[in-house]
């Protein structure tokens, strides 16, 4: 899928929102929440998954990962800003990040 094409569809899907920045705000944290939620469920275990739990962890965590793209898709847009420009920006950053040895400190201690 073009990442463009969905990111004018978040548009289109949210066009009577009112108050969109606090919307999108709260949605973002809420459906991160839920996936600290299953990350959490998964982290807890005291013993290895078996297939099934795998598999519902994984469904789950489709699910939530697309609601939290939704909400980063539109709030991208709402500051003119493309996913893929997002994506390439992020890739640029990391990459810096592990060549100057640093990525594993930023990613624990990233208060930018």
């Given at each position: 899928m073009d990442t463009n094409y969905y990111q004018s569809w978040t548009i289109e899907i949210a066009q009577n929102f009112k108050n969109e920045l606090p919307i999108l705000g709260l949605g973002l944290c809420e459906e991160s929440g839920e996936v600290a939620r299953i990350l959490k469920r998964y982290?807890?275990?005291?013993?290895?998954?078996?297939?099934?739990?795998i598999e519902e962890i994984t469904k789950s965590m489709k699910g939530e990962l697309g609601d939290v793209l939704y909400?980063?898709?539109?709030?991208?847009?709402?500051?003119?800003?493309?996913?893929?420009?997002?994506?390439?920006?992020?890739?640029?950053?990391?990459?810096?990040?592990?060549?100057?040895?640093?990525?594993?400190d930023h990613l624990y201690y990233d208060y930018q």
């Open positions: 982290c807890r275990s005291d013993r290895e998954l078996d297939k099934s739990e909400f980063v898709a539109f709030l991208a847009s709402k500051f003119n800003l493309s996913l893929e420009e997002l994506m390439l920006g992020n890739m640029h950053k990391l990459e810096k990040r592990m060549c100057d040895g640093t990525l594993l």
